[in-house]
């Protein structure tokens, strides 16, 4: 009533809150911040239902006038920088604000929906038919009478058998609600079941057919919602993984399942996670939870164990082993999820103890296990999971990367959303960086792919040494000191973005992670780089990767660019391939058998690896046609410095260097460049 009253009164009650994104749009007098940005498709986490008690959906004030009702879990720190919760504060006026990135929830990912019948041809290319993990079987049932008084379990047993299917169970949980539905439906049923057989619950005949695909990562969770019946993608939910607030990594957080109550706090976190994404995705599409029938999940070993509340600490000590590797197909309830309570949930297999089922999603989706040229898939997410092998074999590794490419742990690091830096391009001459932005929007942050192309081009450019420290000879205003050190800022606006030398040390240490990773598991099946005949790279950014900056950071070989694949989130792309598909399941359980683990926490070589990495782009700049050219343009550059002891570098020859340097990323298999 009060907000239509508004409409009539526009100019007194109707204000604007504006993002920094650059978005608007427009709020009434007396309504929350978090009503007003869920009417117009912005979504913010709010697991308990906008009542101000999670504390979750924090935004931050910039400017305008407001009233605030409740501070929930704010600290004062929070309160004293304007971060207020948005189910509890009221727009006076028009309002400028930022959504923190850890309140977002990004649902109907425009990008993710329109490659939605790409994700079906995969399925119709492994698989020529749908077949879900709930099965259905028509029934019409004659109506109890006076004469025919058996009682309605006995009914249904009858017809089954009539059918010719034997020994069916019936679960406590199926019998409480199949008298009322047999009702319900005047009798002609749809009765879903499982392989046992068990029946799980009564439908009527035009009941729609949902499931939902789930990747529980380390940083972030991804929900996909899927018509069961065609197979088509409905909707996309993500946003970062709350277990986040209690470490960064797998291994804190195993280390907080051993404080009290601690494992049922990360339990609780990422349920939360999950039903605010289904929450949301059913109410966009107006879905019935009852109608989500199944379920898919997809996560590293540690995630799988701690969503089904399994104590993970046995996988952290020597010798590693997880409680299980293969999982029962429990149900709904029992995982907590708000969907259908009897809807069977599917767990991708596990290898081992850091290597888990989002990796076996990922061989799945890759195809790598049916074909026989020998192919290299690296998932670059926080873990830093590689496989090596083919349609005989595969070995496979964890390199414990971190979650800085996903944005954890950097300045201004961020997914690869809206408002994200995606990509960069410094101008040798006057040393001022290019920017492309997801959304061609204000930047708000930087992602993976930015930060490759941020210390690639800063490499290339001179303004990091091969240790990613900062060139304070050269003279550029976007060469400052921080809070954390010298820093170089690539936007200027109402928030600096910046990357920091801290930021470049923990990049750094990521790349490699993974280059060493890859070095060590290649050279312990016997083969060199050049043996690889693809590359598969999954991961949030994978799609945006630019390859050659990769080499040049010396996180990638240097391989030729057509022996690379880009496969995206391949952890929900085989959760959404397995809940489509009986035979697919199937093969997921064969790749995980098939897998032999190697764990290189305790391999004398991988430290050697590792710190001969911790350099742009190695130790041994000679080791890749790239590398000789930029060694030789780096060095001209360091030369060029000393030399220029009474100014800056001559723009000129800079120019010339760098271009130089951009030349040598196309100088692999070509005849050098005549730089």
């Known amino acids: 009533m009060y907000y239509a009253s508004c409409i009539v009164h526009r100019a007194s009650c109707i204000m604007n809150i504006s993002l920094t994104t650059g978005k608007s749009i427009p709020g009434a007098k007396g309504e929350s911040i978090l009503s007003a940005l869920k009417r117009h498709e912005t979504y913010l986490v709010s697991s308990c239902g906008g009542k101000g008690t999670c504390g979750k959906c924090r935004v931050r004030i910039i400017g305008g006038e407001y009233r605030t009702s409740a501070t929930g879990k704010l600290s004062i720190s929070d309160r004293d920088q304007g971060i207020v919760l948005a189910c509890q504060t009221f727009p006076e006026q028009d309002l400028h604000i930022e959504i923190l990135e850890g309140s977002k929830l990004v649902v109907g990912d425009r990008i993710a929906l329109s490659k939605s019948k790409d994700l079906f041809d995969l399925f119709r290319s492994l698989d020529s038919e749908i077949s879900p993990i709930v099965k259905r079987l028509k029934l019409n049932l004659p109506p109890p009478n006076l004469v025919d008084h058996i009682s309605d379990l006995e009914r249904l047993k009858r017809e089954i058998d009539h059918k010719g299917i034997k020994a069916m169970r019936f679960s406590q949980g199926f019998a409480s609600a199949m008298s009322d539905d047999l009702r319900k439906y005047n009798w002609k049923i749809n009765l879903a079941y499982v392989d046992g057989p068990e029946a799980i619950f009564i439908s009527g005949k035009d009941t729609p057919k949902y499931g939902i695909a789930v990747d529980i990562g380390t940083t972030t969770i991804v929900v996909y919602a899927i018509d069961i019946s065609n197979g088509k993608l409905a909707d996309v939910g993500s946003t970062y993984n709350s277990q986040i607030r209690y470490g960064d990594d797998v291994i804190t957080r195993i280390i907080h399942t051993a404080e009290s109550g601690g494992l049922n706090e990360l339990r609780e976190a990422v349920i939360e996670d999950i039903n605010n994404l289904i929450e949301t995705i059913l109410e966009r599409h107006n879905i019935k939870k009852e109608n989500i029938e199944s379920a898919v999940i997809s996560g590293n070993t540690t995630m799988s164990h701690i969503f089904w509340g399994l104590d993970p600490r046995h996988i952290r000590e020597e010798p590693y082993i997880p409680s299980i590797n293969f999982f029962p197909v429990w149900r709904a309830g029992t995982a907590r999820l708000d969907i259908n309570n009897q809807a069977p949930v599917y767990t991708l297999p596990c290898v081992a103890s850091y290597v888990g089922g989002d990796i076996v999603s990922g061989v799945l989706a890759s195809k790598m296990h049916r074909n026989r040229e020998i192919a290299l898939f690296m998932d670059r997410g926080t873990n830093g999971e590689i496989a090596v092998g083919n349609s005989e074999w595969i070995i496979t590794a964890a390199c414990s990367a971190g979650p800085c490419f996903e944005g954890s742990g950097i300045r201004h690091g961020m997914r690869a959303t809206e408002g994200a830096i995606e990509a960069i391009r410094i101008d040798p001459e006057k040393l001022e960086p290019s920017l492309n932005i997801v959304g061609n929007t204000i930047p708000t942050g930087i992602c993976g792919s930015g930060m490759i192309d941020a210390i690639s081009e800063m490499f290339l450019t001179g303004i990091i040494d091969r240790k990613g420290k900062f060139v304070t000879e050269i003279k550029t205003d976007r060469i400052r000191k921080g809070e954390d050190g010298y820093e170089f800022v690539f936007h200027r606006g109402d928030m600096d973005i910046v990357l920091t030398e801290v930021d470049i040390e923990n990049i750094m240490r990521s790349k490699a992670a993974i280059y060493a990773g890859i070095s060590l598991l290649i050279k312990e099946v016997g083969f060199s780089l050049d043996s690889i ?57 064969e790749i995980a058998k098939k897998m032999t683990y190697m764990e290189l926490s305790v391999s004398r070589n991988f430290m050697d690896e590792y710190m001969s990495a911790l350099f742009l782009p190695h130790t041994n700049m000679y080791i890749t046609p790239m590398a000789i050219i930029i060694a030789f343009s780096i060095s001209f550059i360091f030369s060029s410095l000393i030399l220029s002891a009474k100014g800056p570098l001559i723009s000129k020859d800079l120019s010339i260097v760098v271009t130089c340097s951009h030349l040598a990323i196309d100088a692999v298999d070509k005849p050098p460049s005549p730089c």
């Not at 949030?540 to 690379?564: Q, R, S, T």
């Open 533 to 589: 005949e693809k590359i598969y790279i999954a991961g949030g950014f994978g799609n945006y990767l630019d390859v050659d900056k990769a080499i040049i950071l010396g996180m990638l070989p240097d391989l030729p660019m057509e022996k690379f694949r880009f496969l995206g989130n391949t952890s929900i792309t085989g959760a959404y391939l397995c809940l489509l598909s009986e035979r697919l399941r199937a093969e997921a359980e």
